[in-house]
């Protein structure tokens, strides 16, 4: 753990303040449960102003559609306590399936939606009559707290979500240049390696961060859009900067690098150190591409340089649209006229997993039917805690991988929160005199909570600490201390989150480097659809989804074993094949008969060898891949013999140089 910056005091006093300005205004206007918005305050508040915005904004919606459904719920079948039960842990399941297939803040709508209902409408089972005035009570106090700290967010030393967003470009855009400097000099191999998934990675964070843009200042609002396309560009500058090393290094090693070409690389490394993204600049090195690929090639040698100064002059493009969004998100410039054509309409494309939503979805209905059962069959006064924060927990950290190890951090913060909330209750409390009094004495423990999540390792346990400690606290406009109940109570808390760490345990936990080969799976199978014409029509959309799963992939390589062979797979290899066979599809139509079917040939070849049977499949595919490199040598051909470069690379990188059938009589000559 580092030492607590300047800003997470900062936030740690202005959560704090919000905190109590929302127990004051909650106290005035005398509403029966003035905790929930202190409580509300510490869940809702982030660093940045927008993302407290954001968060309150689909808290808000979430709570009154969870309150909704406790009314409708509670209304018709308290007196069927089985049947309830199992209503409220099925609506907890859809919410929280819902709000894991929705990777944006919007998600939290779902999940608010989801454990509101528990939450409001499990203490009412025993006065249906009042389920009502309670969920509208809730409302109010929820919605106080999330309106305080938004408020304190966005008007004291507020923290722009802009200045990360900047902070987080510049740094992506000095790793995406040492990447492409070893690319052009040959230096290192580097475009399938850690670095680059590592970026990929930094560029998806990106998409949330936009989203909090929208919540910000009128004059921060126009950059979302732009910001998902710049997004969209720099994860698609990979495969590019992937490509320009693969073809560079296999022309290096047959020594077959044209002089020319070599220059060429060499004057775009030498723009690439000194950061020059001017126009001219970009201009020249395109022009030199042009001109320094073969305009009809037909060796093997030809083919890659022509692929190669291809894959140059879609970097330089994207270099320069990547510099003119930068621009205009960081600047406010007008939205520029982008070159790249793949990435000129910008579309967000995430990896939805099904079969783990489902998983952890199912968890949480263990969870909620276990504790209801609990609840019903010892008849416990204050026992509808144990479902109600079964719900919180499973729903706070579904989105994990193995959930159950932050599901019982929490619980063992919990438990440190309610002996807090003890000394408090029945010590400290009896002494305050005043409202002045009670901030006092609340202060310490609270500003210490408020720095600690700051701090990545004791994030969790200091919210649950938290909001555990407010709930027990149990703040209202008298004094009121029962030692019996408040024992029951935390209890009853403590066992829910127990028993939702067991069933999480079991049902649910997976480690990550089992999720990244599931990822890497989902690829192939989304390569293979591609080769049989599903799926995606458009070579950036495959992209876009290959390179998300790879981005998650990235966030897990910290537990996968370093001997293990994902270590040193060229992950990037994929998604340019996924991008050619997309290509070959959509370009076999310009072409005579001949040359489609023999372009037919590869692609009905393509999904038994990506499904799996490589020792039966790789030498009747080569073959096959050859023999298309043959029939496209027409006129109408530059466009798919190139996609076929880029895929027989993709597929076989070490296999034998391409040998055309027959040579024109020319090249024999030169040879």
Not at 162 to 179: D, M, N, V, Y
Not at 393 to 401: E, S
Not at 568 to 594: Q, T, Y
């Amino acid at each position: 753990m580092t030492l607590p910056l300047r800003r997470d005091w900062i936030f740690a006093a202005k959560t704090f303040a919000a905190a109590m300005l929302a127990l004051y205004i909650a106290l005035l206007f005398d509403l029966p449960r003035p905790y929930w918005s202190m409580a509300t305050v510490y869940i809702t508040s982030q660093l940045f102003a927008g993302a407290t915005g954001s968060k309150a904004v689909f808290r808000v919606c979430g709570t009154m559609i969870g309150g909704v459904m406790a009314v409708i719920l509670v209304s018709n079948l308290a007196n069927a306590p089985v049947l309830l039960s199992l209503a409220m842990a099925l609506w907890v399941a859809v919410c929280l399936y819902a709000s894991l297939l929705d990777r944006t803040p919007r998600g939290y709508l779902f999940m608010l939606a989801g454990y509101t209902a528990p939450l409001i409408g499990f203490p009412c089972v025993d006065d249906p009559a009042s389920i009502f005035d309670v969920a509208v009570a809730r409302s109010e106090e929820i919605s106080l707290g999330i309106i305080c700290a938004s408020l304190v967010s966005s008007i004291v030393l507020p923290q722009p979500v802009a200045g990360a967003i900047k902070a987080r470009l510049a740094t992506w855009l000095s790793g995406a240049r040492s990447l492409s400097l070893q690319a052009f000099t040959g230096s290192e191999r580097g475009a399938g390696s850690k670095a680059a998934l590592s970026l990929a990675a930094a560029a998806l964070t990106l998409e949330t961060l936009g989203t909090h843009l929208a919540f910000e200042s009128s004059r921060e609002r126009r950059s979302p859009r732009g910001l998902a396309m710049l997004r969209q560009h720099m994860l698609m500058a990979l495969p590019i900067i992937a490509a320009v090393a693969d073809r560079a290094e296999a022309l290096r090693a047959q020594h077959a690098m044209p002089d020319a070409a070599e220059r060429l690389l060499t004057a775009a490394g030498d723009l690439l150190q000194r950061d020059d993204t001017s126009a001219v600049a970009a201009a020249q090195v395109r022009e030199a591409a042009e001109m320094a690929a073969p305009a009809d090639p037909r060796t093997w040698n030809e083919l890659l340089l022509a692929s190669l100064m291809g894959r140059v002059i879609d970097y330089v493009d994207l270099r320069q649209d990547i510099r003119a969004l930068l621009r205009h998100v960081s600047d406010g410039t007008a939205l520029p006229a982008l070159r790249f054509r793949y990435t000129a309409a910008a579309r967000i494309i995430r990896h939805r997993d099904h079969g783990m939503a489902l998983r952890s979805a199912f968890g949480a209905f263990l969870a909620l039917i276990a504790t209801c059962a609990i609840w019903i069959a010892t008849g416990w006064p204050d026992g509808s805690g144990a479902p109600m924060f079964a719900a919180v927990v499973c729903c706070f950290f579904a989105a994990q991988d193995d959930p159950a190890p932050a599901i019982l951090q929490f619980t063992n913060a919990s438990i440190i929160g309610a002996l807090l909330a003890a000394f408090y209750l029945f010590v400290v409390l009896p002494l305050a005199t005043n409202f002045e009094m009670l901030v006092v004495m609340l202060a310490p423990v609270l500003l210490l909570c408020g720095v600690l999540m700051q701090q990545p390792r004791t994030a969790g346990m200091a919210l649950g600490g938290a909001v555990t400690g407010l709930a027990l606290l149990a703040l209202q406009g008298s004094f009121v201390a029962d030692f019996a109940s408040f024992t029951n109570t935390a209890i009853s808390l403590i066992l829910g989150m127990w028993v939702s760490a067991l069933i999480t345990r079991l049902v649910r936990s997976v480690d990550g480097a089992w999720s990244a080969r599931r990822l890497l799976r989902k690829n192939g199978m989304t390569l293979v659809a591609a080769a049989r014409g599903h799926g995606g029509h458009d070579g950036v959309e495959l992209a876009a989804l290959m390179l998300d799963r790879l981005a998650l992939v990235s966030a897990r390589f910290v537990h996968v074993p370093a001997e293990d062979d994902l270590h040193a797979a060229d992950l990037l290899a994929e998604v340019r094949a996924g991008i050619n066979i997309v290509e070959l599809r959509r370009g076999r139509r310009h072409l005579p008969a001949d040359a489609r079917r023999a372009l037919d040939t590869v692609i009905a070849a393509l999904p038994k060898h990506l499904a799996g049977a490589l020792e039966t499949t790789a030498p009747e595919l080569l073959r096959a891949i050859d023999a298309a490199l043959d029939a496209t040598a027409v006129p109408a051909g530059r466009t798919a013999r190139l996609g076929l470069v880029g895929l027989r690379r993709a597929l076989f990188p070490d296999a034998l140089p391409y040998m055309p059938t027959i040579i024109p009589f020319t090249l024999e000559l030169a040879a």
